[in-house]
C-alpha cells in the first residue's frame, strides 16, 4: 500500500515536472522574445500587454481583450489545436513529420471538391449530411497524402524529415495548379492567394453568433471533439499503446511483439487525417471555398503547439490556446506598435528550442528548488 | 540557339547545386561528428538575412560576408552546446531553428526596409568572370576546393580520424583521450560557418537582395544529398551536381515547355526529384552516434 503511494507520488511528481518544464521553456521563449522587442527598440513589457490584453490608446483589443478578440483567438486556436494533434500523434510514434502543412492543402482541397460539384437541396438533415461527407473527405484525402511518406519510410528507409517538406511544397504547388487551371475564369485572386469559387449553400456551416459581432467558428467544438477522441485512441486502444511503445523504444517494442512499420503507418495515417479535418475547417466553416495560400503556416505552428503540450492530446489543445493568443496578440502589436506579426513564429522557434532542452531545463528548476530550501 | 539554352542550363547548373553542395558537406562534417543539425535550412535563411542587411549597412558585400559568418560562428556555438553540455534534443531543437529563423527574417524586413517580403537591392560580390553573360561566382571554385579538401581531412589526416571516431564511438573516442565535446563544438561552428556562408551566397552573390523564404527548402535538399552521398564530401559534390541540374530545371524548363505548361509543374520538379533520388537511394546506415547525447561516464 505505501509503496503504491509512493509510486503514485512519483509519478505526479514527474508530470509536475514536465509541465514545469513546458512552463520554463514558454518564459525562456517569452524573455527571450523580449530581447528582441528591446533591441529593436519597443518596450517588451508593454508590447506583451498590447498581445494579451489591449491598448487602449490605438483601441487594438488584444489576445483575451475583449468578445471579438476571444472569438479570433478560439477559431486560431482550433486550426492550431487540430495541427497541434496531428503532429503529436506522428512524433509520438518517433516519426519527425513535417508534413502537416502539406497535408492540411490536400485535405482542404477535397473538402473544398465535395462542397463545390455536389449541390443537396437546403434543409438541416442534408446540410449535416454534406458537411459530414466533406468531412470525410478531407479525412480520406490527408490520410492518403500522410500514408505516402510514411510507406517511403517503412519500405525505402527514406528520411521522413526530408520527404515530408518536399511534399508540403508538392501540395500547395499542386493545389493552386489545379485551381489556377480548372476555375480560371471564376478565381479570384488576391494577395492572400487564388481563390476558388465559394462551395455550396449545403456545405457551409455558419458561426454562432456572440455578444458584440464576435461569433463562434464550428472549428472549435469540433477540435474539442478530435482532442477526445484522439486521447481515447492513444491512452485507451491497443493501436495507440503500440504508437506510444514504438516511439519510445522501436526495438523494444518490436521485441515486444508490435509491428512497429504497422504502427508508423498507422500513426502517420492518424496524423494525416487530423490534418486533413485542420484543412477542411477553413473551407466549411471559414472561408466557403478553397484559398490557395489559407495557411499562415499552421502545420508549422503545430510542432510548437504539440512540444509544448508535450504530445499529450489536452496538454495539446491547451498550448494551443496558448499559442493563438501570442498569434492573435502579434497580429494586434501590427496596428498597435508597427511590430510585425512574424513575431509569433520567432516566439514559437525560441520555445521550440527551448523544449528541445528538457535536461536543461530540469537543471534550472532543481537550481529554483535549491534556493528555495537553502532559504 | 539550342546551344545558348544548353549552356544556360548547365551555368545554372553550377549556380544553384553551390548551396546544396555547402551545406550537405557541413552536415556531412556534423554527422561524423555525432550531430545531426536539421535546422541548415534555418542558419542558411538567416545567413542569407544578415549578409544583406550587413552589405546594406556598409554599402560593401564583403562586409556582409563577414555578418555571415559570424552569425555562423553564433549558431555552431548554440547547437554545439545543445548537442553537447546541454544534451538536448537535436531534431527538434533543429526545427526550433528554422522555425525561428522564418519568423525572425520575414519580421525583421519591414523593421529595416519598410517593406514585406523583400529587401531593398544590395551591391553584390564581384564575379570571377562572365561567361555567355551570366556571372560565375567565386563561390564555384572554392566549393569544389573545399569538396576535395574536406575528403582529405576526414580519410586522410588524424583529425578526420578523431573526429568520426566521435561520429561511431564517442566512448572508444574518449577512452583514446580524445575530448568528444571540444570535437562536437568545432565542428558544429565550421558546419554553421559553411551553413551560413551558403546562405550568404544566395543573399548577395546568386541574388542581391534578401526574400522572405528565399532559401526555398534547399537546407532540406541539402539534407536529401548527404545521404544520397553516402556521407562522403566528393559524392556530395558529384550529387550536388545531379540534384542542382534539377533545381536549375524549374527556371529554365518552363521556357522550353511553352507556355501551356502551367509553371507551378517546373517548380515542383527540384522536390519530387529529391524524394525520388532518397528511394532509390533506399536504407542506409550513417554514422552510428549521429544525433546522439554523449555523456561521459
Redesign the interface.
Known sequence: MRLSQAIHKLRYLASLSRIAQSLLAIVMGFLAGGI?LWA?GYNPLKSYEIMFIGDPESGVQGAFGGYLALSNTLREAAFLTLTGLAVAVSFLAGM?N?GVEGAMYIGAFAAFLVGYFISLPLNPFTNLFHVCLALLGSIVAGAFWSYIPAV?KVK????E???T???N??AI??T??IV??AFLPKTGIVPGGILTPPISLSARVAPIPLPSRAELTLGFPLAIVVTLITYFLLKATTLGYEIRAVGLNPRAAEYGGVNVGKALIYSMVLSGAISGIAGACDVLFVEYRFNSLFSP?YG?DG??VA?IGRLDPIGTALAALFIAAIHMGARSLQPALG??K???????????????????LNMLISKFKGVKVRK | MNYLILASLLIGTLRTSIPLIIGAIGEIFNERAGITN?GIE?VMLFGAFIAVYGTWLAQNPFIGLLWALLSGIAWGLIFGA?STH????????G??????????T??M???IWGT?GYSESVNRLPPLFQLYGERISYFLPLTVLLAVLSSIVLYRTKWGLRLRSCGENPLAADAAGISVYKVRYLTSVFSSILFSLAGAYMGIDWNDSFVKEMTG?RG??A??LV?FANWKPLLALAGGLLFGFFDALQFRIGAALGVGV?P??P??IP??A??LF??AI???RGPSAAGKPFVKE
Do not use: C, W
Not at chain 1, 525505402?156 to 528520411?159: I, L, M, T
Not at chain 2, 526545427?95 to 525572425?104: P, R, S
Open positions: 528582441m529593436s519527425f513535417i517511403m525505402r528507409g527514406a528520411h524529415v526530408v520527404t517538406i518536399m511534399l511544397y508538392v504547388l499542386t493552386k495548379m489556377l487551371r503556416g508549422f510542432i510548437a512540444l511590430m510585425p512574424e513575431l509569433a513564429m520567432a516566439i514559437e522557434g525560441l520555445i521550440i528550442i527551448f523544449t528541445a532542452l528538457p535536461e536543461a | 536539421i534555418g545543445i546541454l544534451r538536448g534534443d537535436q531534431i527538434v531543437a526545427i526550433g531553428i528554422n522555425v525561428f529563423a522564418m519568423g525572425f520575414e519580421m524586413i519591414p523593421l514585406y527548402g532540406f535538399i539534407l536529401a545521404i502551367p507551378q509543374v517548380q515542383m522536390y519530387i529529391t524524394i532518397l528511394l533506399g536504407r542506409v
